[in-house]
């Protein structure tokens, strides 16, 4: 095999420890290796960047080991080639396993050209990232607390969610509050019933009343305070990730124009994939890496799998979302989709199949720069 890197370094990247490897041929083709092992606190690391500067590497390449990777990235990004990779690629050999092999052979398949990197996007987008994915973790415990109080007030004998659909809105909270104040007249809490709701008092007279207890008073307080907070530190996020989208106004807009996208989800795919579709040759290739690209295993002529493939659960989850979205849109080429395939496919497939075609659309609205149209349309009953 042809040399692609002279001089190149691996790293096995460890929580504690960073063992590198710089691998260097010769002009007469002789191989010589110098291993060493690092700390991964910032003096050592900077340690390692000056050593493998002595060196003259030029190309680094490591494991995506957890997140112990990120901070080995950013410290030397900016000085080298650096090549994040996917672990599951550059299994070992069958052998002796040890921290230094590991490091020498991904040298060794760096050397040769062997390795395909993992997409790292730029710094700003990354940030973006951060915001988005701790946003959508908060959001997720914003809904297991508002399960919890459901939870509480059925064990409580209280059957507000069987009236109305938002408990946690502006009269369902009022009520809740009410009662963690001491008030149990099913009357007075279903007077403060606002807006529709009113037209259901006699039903939530009914549903209200139960046999709250000192206790579910307790938790009740407990959880609509973690609520309240969780939301506060939504409305934080939202505020930050509006200043980091600031640059990418230009393509939210265009993503919004896309049936089922609003406002949250495209703040998740610019996140996620960036404005630039350059790492991405193809819209099959962006698909294959959220993770929404049909699987191909096929042998001696048979198919033996079709299941999708692994990849980004943040923008997969998302994209399916949006799906679920468009698929109840009206006169649009995915809800169509949505409909006709559903039928043999089930809801589940259907609904992954609708979010692959929104982002083979994504990825051209991206990297062409052109707006939405929706030049589909209905076909007439006769």
């Known amino acids: 095999m042809d040399v692609l890197h002279a001089c190149c370094a691996g790293l096995d990247v460890h929580k504690k420890t960073v063992v590198a490897c710089v691998r260097r041929v010769g002009p007469d083709g002789a191989v010589s290796r110098e291993v060493r092992t690092f700390g991964t606190t910032t003096a ?8 493998l500067k002595v060196h003259d590497v030029g190309h680094v390449a490591m494991e995506s080991t957890g997140v112990y990777w990120k901070p080995i990235y950013n410290l030397l990004e900016g000085d080298f080639e650096v090549m994040l990779v996917n672990a599951h690629r550059i299994k070992q050999v069958p052998g002796r396993k040890t921290d230094v092999k590991d490091a020498e052979w991904i040298a060794q398949l760096l050397q040769y050209g062997l390795l395909s ?88 007279k009914q549903a209200l009343h139960g046999r709250v207890t000192e206790h579910h008073r307790f938790l009740l307080r407990a959880l609509l305070d973690q609520i309240e907070l969780l939301e506060g530190l939504i409305a934080r996020y939202d505020a ?111 609904l992954v199949a609708v979010a692959h075609k929104i982002l083979v659309v994504v990825y051209h609205l991206l990297k062409n720069g052109t707006d939405y149209r929706e030049d589909w349309k209905p076909a007439k009953v006769a």
């Open 240 to 350: 930050r990730i509006d200043e980091a989208m600031a640059p990418f106004v230009e393509a939210e807009e265009r993503l919004r124009g896309i049936p089922g996208v609003g406002e949250k989800a495209a703040e998740v795919i610019m996140a996620e994939v960036g404005p630039d579709m350059t790492p991405f040759p193809t819209a099959g290739h962006l698909s294959s890496w959220a993770g929404l690209c049909p699987g191909n295993d096929q042998t001696a002529g048979k198919q033996r799998s079709g299941k999708t493939t692994k990849g980004s659960q943040w923008l997969r989850t998302t994209m399916v979302q949006v799906a679920w979205a468009a698929s109840r849109t009206k006169a649009t080429i995915f809800s169509a989709c949505y409909h006709r395939w559903v039928k043999r496919m089930g809801k589940k497939k259907a």
């Open 117 to 204: 990197p993992s997409f790292i996007p730029p710094p700003e987008i990354r940030k973006l990232r951060d915001l988005t994915r701790q946003r959508t973790q908060i959001v997720r415990d914003h809904a297991d607390v508002a399960n919890r109080i459901q939870k509480v007030l059925e064990d409580a004998n209280i059957k507000l969610s069987s009236v109305a659909s938002d408990v946690l809105g502006v009269s369902g909270r009022a009520m809740i509050r009410a009662i963690i104040d001491g008030q149990d007249d099913p009357d007075e809490l279903a007077g403060m019933a606002k807006r529709r709701l009113r037209g259901k008092i006699p039903e939530l």
């Open 44 to 51: 050592e690391l900077l340690a390692l960047s000056d050593w």
